[in-house]
């Protein structure tokens, strides 16, 4: 027993002068641990704190919001973003109380700031059906028109998706084998619009960051929003004649 107090007491006195201070759990979030060195290694939650406020206003399933930050003593910070974000028109639709936070894609800088933009972008417009965002693909569910047999007018929801290595696509449903589309004309509205951000992207180690997402986001929806447009000005146009 003797024997086992002394080797408490050395353990004790050999922890603290390695020089460690203090463990701080902070009312914000982070948890730091202090060195006598005057470096800091921590975890900051503040950003996640947020995010997980923006994904429950909105409701989505966003696993975004974990950024780690390294800092010593220039205070230099080094931000890792992991998950994706997906938001869906359920997510948006079913909570009432969600609000707004970041309603322009040139404030985001942040996961935090991305899930909040793609939720206010969702919540919006109602032809949006879902969003989702990683460090090398963006895509966004939006309506589009077609023609069940070549003549009956219906809405299908077509993903359009940008990757960071400059690959464009856009898909349908299975079942729009069954309809006449015009998804040349809706990819080709995509590819111009996104073609800039992706190029000034091509040497980032071919990813995204959360701004770049964003950019993405906002351009993608216009063009999507644009060439539904275009099908229903065109349509009424044939139904005049």
């Known amino acids: 027993m003797k024997n086992y107090a002394t080797l408490t007491v050395a353990l004790a006195l050999a922890f603290v002068a390695t020089g460690v201070q203090a463990l701080d759990v902070e009312g914000s979030g982070s948890v730091g641990v202090g060195a006598g060195t005057g ?6 939650a503040d950003a996640s704190a947020s995010a997980s406020s923006s994904a429950k206003a909105s409701g989505n399933s966003a ?8 800092a010593g003593n220039g205070g230099a910070g080094m931000e890792v973003n992991v998950g994706p974000i997906s938001i869906s028109r359920v997510d948006v639709d079913g909570d009432t109380e969600m609000q707004v936070t970041v309603t322009s894609a040139s404030s985001v800088n942040t996961n935090a700031d991305l899930s909040a933009y793609a939720s206010g972008v969702v919540k919006a417009d109602g032809n949006v059906s879902n969003v989702k965002l990683t460090e ?3 895509s966004l569910g939006y309506k589009q028109r077609a023609k069940l047999f070549g003549f009956i007018p219906v809405f299908v929801r077509t993903t359009a998706t940008v990757k960071a290595n400059g690959e464009t696509a ?20 995509v590819k111009a619009a996104t073609s800039a951000t992706v190029a000034a992207n ?5 990813k995204f960051s959360a701004a ?30």
Do not use: C
């Open 202 to 206: 091509a040497d980032a180690n071919a």
């Open 170 to 189: 856009v898909s349908y449903p299975w079942y729009a084998f069954l309809a006449a589309k015009d998804k040349v004309s809706v990819e080709s509205n």
């Open 63 to 70: 696993s975004s919001d974990a950024n780690m930050e390294v």
């Open 39 to 44: 470096s800091t290694i921590g975890i900051d």
């Open 136 to 138: 090398t693909a963006v």
């Open 212 to 241: 770049t997402q964003a950019r993405l986001l906002e351009q993608i929806h216009a063009a999507m929003k644009s060439s539904l447009q275009a099908s229903l000005a065109a349509e009424a146009s044939a139904s005049v004649q």
